[in-house]
């Protein structure tokens, strides 16, 4: 798969052109049959939108643009090692007639030791969403089945340009990184525990391929009202908008603020 170091992309004047994609594999009716399980599956949804059902006024299959971001890093870092120690201690306690009794106890501490060091990972295909609204929908895209974008590749699908510039992306991207660089970190400190103080990470051949992932967008009314789903079109995964009874979730807040003012009641009575 064609990546491109980010440098040149930030620089270019031209938008960056896909390079691969990822096939339908869930064809329209598939895309229907995923949307009304998913409706019918929904809590706190309006007893009407079970009934009576959501009206779907358009499907439309489209490829959805995401970025994948591969990088170097080396990091290093300034912390604690922690690690238990057990040991016996003589301890007396009288009771209440006074007499008192001898008896060893084992007690746990923990030592800490300032260490320093350094981790080095190759991050590969780290996928972030090119397209803002897309944040929070349908977050598990896979890279079955990938291959190359060629001109007429998309099967008449329409697709959807790009509004999240790859820089932008890449600073998403490095939150991923800093995660598994924390775990990292603590796995070369050890011990029982561990306390990270300064972690300093570089960076080096930052590299990015956008990618075309195919989507089913499906529009319902319910009531008057339109709302927008969309279906991962390789998985059948979704998510989407939808409407909540106000009643059910009225509901749900009485009966929690009743079992909390239970157990209240039987923390007082003990």
Known sequence: MPRHLL????????????????????????????????????WFAPRSLKAEGARIDAVEGLFLPFWSFSAQTHSTYVGRRGEIRHRQVMRTRTDAEGKSETHWETETETEWHHVAGQVSRHFEGLIRPACAPLAEKVPQWTLTGLRPYAQGSADGKRVIVYDVDPVSGFAEAKDLMRAQIDSDVRQDIGGNSQRVSDVTTTYSGESCSLLLQPAWLISYTHRGRTWSALVNGASGEMAGERPYSGAKISLLVAVLAAAAAAAVLLALLR
């Not at 390079?19 to 339908?24: E, G, K, Q, T």
């Open 7 to 42: 440098a040149d992309v930030a620089d270019a004047i031209e938008p960056v052109q896909p390079d691969a994609l990822v096939p339908f594999a869930i064809g329209e009716e598939g895309a229907r049959s995923a949307f009304s399980d998913w409706i019918a599956h929904r």
